[in-house]
């Protein structure tokens, strides 16, 4: 499969407990993108990256949440003492630069904060 | 800011009977729009973009900038055609902002 892969696919952890989520995107898309997903809801914007600079954050990215794309490559996206709140599927995109650019989508992350 | 707006969570129809989506958005500048599809079990994909004016698996959609709507449409719907369907909008260059969501169900 060489399209957006994320792992792990699901993550059970307890409340309080620090998570990592790993995004490989399609090798040559310099554009990566974070979203987040409850139940009910469309994808929300959380964070991108152009290569490994990250362009945009939005409001819904507390303090506990970093990401990070060291090498323009892959990307990882890090939840500190976690809540029941952050409970969501995760959600990574890639693509290329560019007008009208689609963007491809992993199969997420679900995490249940427990 | 932007925002799109899909006001039907559920929609159903016959197999053979239209279908439309609806799709609303505010933004003041010129939007990329498009509609993504999630089958069940499957990740989110691209169905179509306004750019292309295309039609694929026989579904369109027009970019009307009066009325602020890129509705879907598909004349004949198909049992294979369920699925949660998604409006996004973009801003040139920049990040993906997506409606809530029609889940479409064709009744046999």
């Known amino acids: 499969d060489t399209g957006v892969s994320q792992n792990p696919r699901h993550k059970i952890t307890k409340r309080g407990q620090n998570v990592t989520f790993r995004c490989d995107p399609i090798?040559?898309?310099?554009?990566l993108y974070w979203y987040r997903q409850t139940l009910g809801q469309g994808p929300e914007f959380l964070t991108y990256f152009q290569n490994e600079a990250q362009l945009e954050k939005s409001r819904l990215l507390s303090d506990r949440f970093s990401a990070e794309r060291p090498k323009g490559s892959f990307s990882t996206l890090e939840i500190q003492r976690t809540e029941q709140g952050d409970s969501a599927m995760y959600l990574c995109?890639?693509?290329?630069?560019?007008?009208?650019?689609?963007?491809?989508f992993g199969q997420g992350t679900r995490l249940t904060v427990v | 800011a932007q925002r799109v707006t899909q006001p039907e969570k559920l929609l159903s129809v016959f197999k053979g009977a239209p279908v439309e989506l609806k799709c609303n958005y505010s933004y003041s500048g010129s939007p990329e729009l498009f509609w993504y599809v999630q089958y069940s079990r499957q990740r989110l994909q691209l169905l179509l973009r306004?750019?292309s004016r295309e039609s694929i698996k026989g579904f369109t959609a027009d970019l009307n900038k009066g009325e602020t709507s890129f509705h879907l449409k598909k004349p004949f719907a198909q049992e294979e055609d369920s699925a949660m369907y998604y409006c996004?909008?973009?801003?040139?260059?920049?990040?993906?902002?997506f409606g809530t969501g029609t889940s479409l169900t064709v009744i046999p």
């Open positions: 996004a909008l973009r801003r040139t260059g920049n990040q993906f902002y």
């Open positions: 090798s040559e898309h310099n554009r």
């Open positions: 995109a890639s693509s290329l630069t560019g007008a009208n650019t689609e963007a491809f």
């Open positions: 306004h750019i």
